[in-house]
Nanobody
């Protein structure tokens, strides 16, 4: 059974940092693109960042580009999201996702497996 488990969320003041982790188990994720999405209260889930299996290609939504960094450790089947200069508008539940693709999908339909999410709250 495939599992994606996020961790690292919490409460932080504006301007602070958090590092999210997503540990994958149940199969090898060789060839999978890994992504992060987020969903704020009352809003739809939106793409945040993604990284291809090789780690050589990444993509970010405009509002986090330059503040967030996605990375992966394939030996540990783990993907990370380093979030710096956090803003109150970053407050959301963050979800990890895995997609059986060599592309970098920015839509939810491009991903096959999802984690349960971790809450990130940024206070002003």
């Amino acid at each position: 059974q495939v599992q994606l488990v996020e961790s690292g969320g919490g409460l932080v003041q504006a301007g602070g940092s958090l590092r999210l982790s997503c540990a994958a188990s149940g199969r090898t994720f060789s060839g999978y693109t890994m992504g992060w999405f987020r969903q704020a209260p009352g809003k739809e889930r939106e793409f945040v960042a993604a990284i291809r299996w090789s780690g050589g290609s990444t993509y970010y939504r405009d509002s986090v580009n330059g503040r967030f960094t996605i990375s992966r450790d394939n030996a540990k089947n783990t993907v990370y999201l380093q979030m710096n200069s956090l803003k109150p508008e970053d407050t959301a539940v963050f979800y990890c996702a895995a997609g059986r693709t060599l592309r970098i999908p920015r839509d939810q339909q491009g991903y096959d497996y999802w984690g349960q999410g971790t809450q990130v709250t940024v206070s002003s």
